[in-house]
């Protein structure tokens, strides 16, 4: 993909959630079955980079469940991350930071720390390019403490025939199928109005080989998600 292509792309999605960040919140009031699963994983006192983490309803079943390590959230919509930051203990360890993963040196707008567990929970699948994807998960191995997990999820939407009708042609945004990658999609949002965002349905195998092309070893994947069990991909890598 082209670095220009890959710039619309981006800038559709974030015009995107700061169209919507409200619509989008209200279908966000509780986490994925998948990533319960992860929490009821975790030590209480690991440290925690929570990168995408939208309304912040992670954050809260964190504080819920005595989590007592570090938390930090980070999006590049502002509406959510106000939403984020609001209806939490104040004993609870949290900090938020608006920084954007498509940006060169987003990791350095961070504290100086490694963190135990990196999340990025439907968050990879919105950022366009081979390129992008791999500069950004050699960032989060660096980011990793020497045995840290990056545990991520990945829209399955092409399970679902409903969301499969939600594909649109490129051409509604000026762009061809021969611009993008494979595996990319254009869907569109009907909640509040109508608008379009980029989504890139990944594989087990094509994780597997970014975890490899970046230094990262795929020690867990699972489904999870939806009423059939099988609308995200979640994957726990640890650096090779």
Same mark, same amino acid.
């Given at each position: 993909?082209?670095?220009?292509?890959?710039?619309? &792309?981006?800038? %559709?999605?974030? /015009?995107?959630? /700061?169209?919507?960040? $409200?619509?989008?919140?209200?279908?966000?009031?509780?986490? /994925?079955?998948?990533?319960?699963?992860?929490?009821?994983?975790?030590?209480?006192?690991?440290?925690?980079?929570?990168? $995408?983490? $939208?309304?912040?309803?992670?954050?809260?079943?964190?504080?819920?469940?005595?989590?007592?390590?570090?938390?930090?959230?980070?999006?590049?919509?502002?509406? %959510?991350?106000?939403?984020?930051?609001?209806?939490?203990?104040?004993?609870?360890?949290?900090?938020?930071?608006?920084?954007?993963?498509?940006?060169?040196?987003?990791?350095?707008?961070?504290?100086?720390?490694?963190?135990?567990? &990196?999340?990025?929970?439907?968050?990879?699948?919105?950022?366009?390019?081979?390129?992008?994807?791999?500069?950004?998960?050699?960032?989060?191995? %660096?980011?990793?403490?020497?045995? $840290?997990?990056?545990?991520?999820?990945?829209?399955?939407?092409?399970?679902?025939?409903?969301?499969?009708?939600? &594909?649109?042609?490129?051409?509604? &945004?000026?762009?061809?199928?021969?611009?993008?990658?494979?595996?990319?999609?254009?869907?569109?949002?009907?909640?509040?109005?109508?608008?379009?965002?980029?989504?890139?349905?990944?594989?087990?195998?094509?994780?597997?080989?970014?975890?490899?092309?970046?230094?990262? %070893?795929?020690?867990?994947?699972?489904?999870?998600?939806?009423?059939?069990?099988?609308?995200?991909?979640?994957?726990?890598?640890?650096?090779?």
């Amino acid at each position: 993909m082209k670095p220009k292509i890959a710039q619309k &792309i981006i800038s %559709l999605n974030h /015009q995107f959630y /700061q169209t919507f960040s $409200g619509e989008f919140s209200d279908t966000r009031m509780r986490i /994925q079955a998948g990533v319960q699963k992860i929490v009821e994983t975790l030590p209480p006192y690991a440290n925690i980079l929570d990168l $995408g983490c $939208g309304n912040g309803e992670l954050a809260r079943v964190l504080s819920r469940s005595e989590h007592h390590g570090s938390y930090i959230g980070t999006d590049f919509s502002a509406n %959510l991350l106000e939403t984020a930051s609001r209806g939490l203990p104040n004993d609870f360890p949290a900090a938020f930071y608006s920084l954007d993963l498509t940006t060169p040196n987003w990791d350095k707008q961070l504290p100086a720390l490694q963190f135990d567990f &990196i999340f990025a929970f439907a968050a990879m699948h919105h950022i366009p390019s081979r390129k992008l994807q791999k500069n950004i998960l050699q960032k989060i191995r %660096l980011l990793l403490k020497p045995n $840290g997990k990056f545990i991520h999820s990945n829209w399955q939407f092409l399970n679902s025939p409903r969301l499969k009708k939600r &594909i649109q042609p490129w051409e509604e &945004i000026g762009l061809s199928a021969a611009d993008v990658d494979e595996g990319d999609y254009l869907l569109d949002w009907r909640r509040g109005g109508h608008g379009f965002r980029y989504v890139h349905h990944f594989s087990e195998e094509e994780l597997r080989a970014l975890a490899a092309e970046t230094g990262f %070893l795929v020690e867990e994947s699972f489904y999870s998600d939806g009423k059939e069990g099988n609308l995200g991909l979640y994957q726990v890598w640890a650096a090779a």
